[in-house]
Each structure stands twice: as C-alpha cells, then as structure tokens.
C-alpha cells in the first residue's frame, strides 16, 4: 500500500514493527552524496504514535526491498536482539550479468573493508575479514534471476560474493560494470514474532526490472 507522502509503500504495519518497501536510490542514512534519505520520512511513518520509528537495519541506496523499523523501545531491543543472535531470515533476489553452470551453492569468503582518498572505500575478500557466508540458487536461467540467502549480514556481502563467484549484480557501479540501475532486491524476511507463528514479509519486484524477472514464474 502507497504512503502518502513518501516514495515507497507499507508492506506490514502492527503496533511494533512497520516493514516498507524501500525504492532503489533512496538512503536509509544521510551522507555526503545522499542528502536525501528515509530518515526525512520518519515523521509521517509515525502514524499515530508520539515516537518515530527507529530504522532497525540498513538496505544500500541502490538495493530495494524489505525494510524493518520498530515503532517503541522494546521493539527496538528485541529486533536488534533477533539481528544479532542471526534469528532474521532474509532473501534477496538479483539479475546476474551471467550465472554459474551449478544451480546452487555456498560462498564462505571474509569481508575486509579497504579505503584510499582517490578511490574511496569498498569491501574485499580477505582473510583479516569477518566471516561472510551466503548461499544462493538459480531461480530461473532465462531472467538471469537467483535467490541469495545470506547467512551473515556483512556490508556489501551479496554485491562482492557475486563479482567473487565471476557473476556480478547488473548495474553494480562497484564490483560490477555499473551500466544502469542495480538490479538488488530485498525479496523477504521472516523473523520469530509471537508463539503461534513468524512473521513473514515479501517485497514485490520493482516495476522497473526486466519484464523476464517481472514475469518469471518464480514472480507469481
């Protein structure tokens, strides 16, 4: 469902915990290249609560998708706790410039952060890093679509497995050729919620991917 006065919409909303649908190009933090950010819409995702909404975790300005925010203190600290003990199931669907002969698979490969003042920051595999581990699976050849599931929730994780695996994220300005929109989505998440049964929340496609990933079977 569209919000008024915003650029995404609800996807779940209980007295706890909203989950949005965050567009592709829009930060969840401000920075110097991104003035504009989710943070300027927290007052109108307050509804009618007398708190903003803490954004509870981050998606990359270019990734769309899934996005949780707790609505008062304990929703906070329960899921920062439910982050932390890796109890939020999360998974991401992307278009691959190429895809891998094999239909599934593991990358187990550490995350290092490296920076300089000509080329700025990014993230490398590197045995001083923090284990990264995502598994993947080929969800349909002809739209170059795959399934990743991370199992840890390193910066850039999915973006550097994917160029590591020799299969890039479409339009990934980083680690791939970065020639139009990244094509990296926060499908879903499943999180422990009450005793009867997890919350499940899925983000459907951008209207503006590939009409094959739009209409895959997989998208129905």
């Known amino acids: ?6 650029k995404f919409s609800m996807l779940h ?14 930060a969840v933090h401000p920075g110097p290249q991104t003035p504009d950010s989710l943070e300027d819409f927290l007052d109108i995702l307050a509804f009618d609560n007398h708190r903003l909404p803490v954004i509870s975790h981050r998606l990359d300005r270019d990734t769309s998708g899934c996005l949780i925010l707790a609505r008062h203190p304990k ?8 982050f932390e003990a890796a ?3 999360k998974v991401y669907w992307a278009v691959l410039d190429t895809l891998p002969e094999a239909d599934s698979g593991t990358v187990d ?17 590197d045995k001083r890093g923090k284990r990264a581990v995502t598994h993947w699976q080929v969800i349909d050849r002809a ?13 850039h994780q999915l973006r550097v497995h994917a160029a590591a695996m020799g299969h890039p994220i479409i339009g990934d300005p980083v680690y791939g ?6 094509r990296l989505h926060a499908r ?3 999180l422990p919620y009450d005793e009867a049964s997890p919350l499940t929340v899925t983000a459907p496609l951008p209207l503006d991917w590939p009409s094959q990933a739009l209409f895959s079977p997989a998208h129905q």
């Open 87 to 89: 109890q939020i199931k």
């Open 188 to 190: 879903a998440l499943t």
């Open 1 to 6: 469902m569209p919000i008024p006065g915003t």
């Open 177 to 182: 050729a970065g020639k139009g929109p990244m």
């Open 109 to 125: 490969a550490p995350l290092h952060k490296i920076s300089s003042a000509e080329a700025g920051w990014r993230m490398v595999i």
């Open 143 to 155: 739209a170059r679509l795959i399934e990743f599931r991370p199992e840890t929730g390193r910066t």
């Open 75 to 82: 929703a906070v600290r329960r899921v920062s706790a439910l």
């Open 13 to 26: 909303r209980d007295t706890h915990l909203l989950v949005i649908d965050k567009p592709a190009g829009l």
